[in-house]
């Protein structure tokens, strides 16, 4: 069975500085995505970015874009110019035919 | 924008009792799921629709959950009995297709936070 293992439960960076979310996963597929999600607190959760694995690029999506390597089986997000709005749980998840999400990563965001 | 609706937002109910969630997906959307996400926890699935169809139950506890989808749009989940173990949040996404690719995004809803007590 596929794992998803965020080894940071709580995660604080100040307001417009940079911060790397970890993420590690177990599989023995080559073909799958990697996704972060976001959680704000009482509202639903969003997909954040994606990545699929036969792809070697890195995916951006504006402040956010991800570490993606494959043979070590990590996908790191990393948040640039922070902001109050991006203070939520962050997610990691592992598709292939379903998803399997990890404990996730608190972010606090210091103003 | 469209939006997934979940209702009840909250919901308390004493154990052995029967409670029930319903959701409404985005409109089109073929695929739909029911996740479990236990605080301090990430979702688990518990089953994915295609259209009426059930494509995965496979974590469902069929003992006492239950899933159905009649005319392939909205969903209802219920638990009979509940458990104190039931306490959770009900997350239900909806996607175009069923696949991970671009047409597979979830789009999930608000959730409907169980306590059983």
């Known amino acids: 069975a596929q794992t998803v293992t965020q080894s940071q439960p709580e995660m604080s960076v100040q307001e417009a500085e940079t911060v790397t979310l970890s993420c590690t996963y177990d599989t023995s597929e080559s073909d799958y995505y990697l996704f972060w999600y976001k959680q704000p607190p009482s509202r639903q959760m969003i997909l954040v970015i994606r990545?699929?694995?036969?792809?070697?690029q890195n995916a951006t999506e504006n402040r956010f874009s991800v570490n993606f390597q494959k043979a070590a089986k990590s996908f790191s997000l990393k948040i640039s110019d922070s902001q109050l709005g991006d203070a939520a749980m962050y997610f990691c998840?592992?598709?292939?035919?379903?998803?399997?999400f990890g404990k996730g990563t608190h972010l606090i965001i210091q103003p | 924008e469209a939006e997934v609706a979940q209702s009840p937002r909250y919901k308390i109910t004493e154990k052995s009792q029967a409670v029930a969630f319903w959701c409404d997906p985005i409109?089109?959307?073929?695929?739909l799921y029911w996740y479990r996400q236990i605080l301090g926890q990430g979702p688990e699935l518990l089953v994915q629709?295609?259209?009426?169809?059930?494509?995965?139950d496979s974590q469902l506890p069929k003992d006492r959950f239950s899933a159905e989808r009649l005319k392939g749009v909205d969903s209802t989940l219920k638990i009979q009995p509940a458990e104190l173990g039931d306490s959770a949040m009900y997350l239900c996404a909806s996607s175009l297709a069923g696949d991970l690719g671009a047409q597979g995004e979830q789009y999930f809803g608000p959730g409907t936070r169980l306590t059983v007590t």
């Open positions: 409109s089109g959307h073929a695929t």
């Open positions: 998840a592992y598709g292939a035919d379903g998803l399997t």
């Open positions: 629709f295609q259209d009426e169809s059930v494509v995965d």
């Open positions: 990545q699929e694995a036969y792809k070697q």
